[in-house]
């Protein structure tokens, strides 16, 4: 059974950094794209980075050029570093393994497996 687990959230200033890693178990990591959605109260999930198998990157209009999203094959990790942190950032950051190419990798219905979550809390 695939597992997810991320961490590295906390409660930061804007402007500051956080990295974010995912520990992925349970099947072959590096045959699937990973991806990064976040959740904030009271608002849907929704997109905020995916990395493909061949390690293309795409990102949010809203993180693109602060955000970085990267994967470690051999840790079976997959990183998101947030860089000029603002207080709308503040939210749930899920990570999710791409499953179903029937949607594109900005849908979340493409992604089967989940983590649990890191909570984001960026300070004005």
């Known amino acids: 059974q695939v597992q997810l687990v991320e961490s590295g959230g906390g409660l930061v200033q804007a402007g500051d950094s956080l990295r974010l890693s995912c520990a992925a178990s349970?099947?072959?990591?590096?045959?699937?794209?990973m991806g990064w959605f976040r959740q904030a109260p009271g608002k849907e999930r929704e997109f905020v980075a995916t990395?493909?198998?061949?390690?293309?990157?795409l990102y949010a209009d809203s993180v693109k050029g602060r955000f970085t999203i990267s994967r470690d094959n051999a840790k079976n990790t997959v990183y998101l570093q947030m860089n000029s942190l603002k207080p709308e950032d503040t939210a749930v950051y899920y990570c999710?393994?791409?499953?179903?190419?029937?949607?594109?990798?900005?849908?979340?219905?493409?992604?089967?497996?989940w983590g649990r979550g890191t909570q984001v809390t960026v300070s004005s």
């Open positions: 999710a393994e791409f499953t179903d190419y029937k949607f594109t990798y900005y849908n979340i219905k493409g992604y089967d497996y």
């Open positions: 349970g099947r072959t990591f590096s045959s699937y794209g």
């Open positions: 990395i493909t198998r061949i390690s293309t990157t």
